[in-house]
């Protein structure tokens, strides 16, 4: 294995642990004043004065920035399945915060996604790659990008709980996706050297998209767990680049009939794992809530 390829797991690695500690300072942080409410402008600029908020964001866009150095050395089937690593460091670190025991149903569910993301993005991201983007094809994607946007905000506008925080982790896993797309078709084009193919466009889309990001990421911090947020978006972000792929770049017309079946069935795994995680861990808190005040009444 080449040097470069030991740098970019090295900088994956780093960024996944980054990423899911940096959610849960965000979580912890939002939460405090916003549980299951809608984080309005005010407010979010009233988490800019949170020291604990501007640490896991600082987390965060380090993080991201690693991950997407590591797109720049190896391919996205190597880089993107690392990046669910990030799932399993929040979960542990939330329950640590949490005082609260990881049960078995837990364990199964993290399991259930982590090898669901994985699996899809080797598969689907092995069949592909692109090194030039038209002019048309980038406006399609921005329209794609776009209008899957407006479908998750406003189904997180009007739901309630898990839905909403789903649909607006959802939103963030689309502005990250794209931007993975983006980033590795620039690389590419460094890499062959085709300055003519490099995505100018794109990538200052990608740049604007980042406050939409962040802002739908908060409202899902408001609603939901740490865990499940990154959950969602680490679900999102390879499910909107493969996707993109496929729908505007022809990458489909390489993928066989066995390949995108067992695609679909990592998919329905990993989603499952989701729906089920915070069940899960709502049953050991309680748990532990349970023993405490035990323990509580007996003193």
């Known amino acids: 294995m080449g040097s470069l ?32 409410k809608l984080v309005s402008i005010a407010a979010l600029l009233h988490l800019l004065r949170n020291r604990r908020w501007l640490m896991g964001q600082l987390a965060v866009i380090i993080g991201s920035a690693l991950h997407f150095g590591a797109l720049a050395f190896a391919p996205v089937t190597v880089i ?61 994607i921005a329209m794609i990008v776009g209008l899957l946007l407006m479908v998750l905000g406003l189904i997180g506008s009007i739901g309630h709980g898990l839905v909403r925080c789903l649909a607006f982790a959802a939103g963030g896993g689309v502005v990250f996706g794209f931007a993975s797309v983006v980033i590795r078709l620039a690389a590419l084009s460094v890499e062959h050297g085709n300055p003519a193919d490099f995505p100018t466009g794109s990538l200052i889309g990608a740049i604007l998209s980042i406050p939409v990001a962040v802002w739908f990421i908060q409202q899902a911090h408001a609603s939901g767990p740490p865990d499940l947020v990154v959950a969602a978006l680490t679900l999102a972000d390879p499910i909107v680049a493969i996707g993109i792929g496929y729908v505007a770049l022809g990458e489909g017309a390489k993928t066989s009939t066995v390949a995108t079946l067992a695609e679909g069935a990592c998919f329905l795994i990993a989603a499952i794992g989701i729906v089920v995680l915070p069940r899960t861990r709502r049953k050991s808190t309680s748990k532990v809530g349970n023993h405490l005040q035990a323990q509580y009444s007996e003193s």
């Not at 199964?108 to 094809?137: C, K, M, P």
């Open 5 to 36: 390829l030991w740098l970019a797991l090295a900088l994956a690695i780093a960024g996944a642990v980054l990423n899911g500690l940096g959610a849960l300072w965000q979580n912890t942080a939002v939460r405090d004043n916003q549980t299951g």
């Open 80 to 140: 993107q399945p690392i990046g669910v690593l990030g799932i399993a460091v929040t979960t542990v670190a939330s329950a640590r915060r949490d005082h609260s025991q990881l049960s078995v149903g837990t364990w199964l569910s993290l399991a259930a996604i982590v090898l669901g993301v994985g699996g899809f993005t080797s598969l689907a991201a092995s069949n592909a790659q692109v090194t030039r983007v038209s002019d048309e094809t980038a406006v399609l």
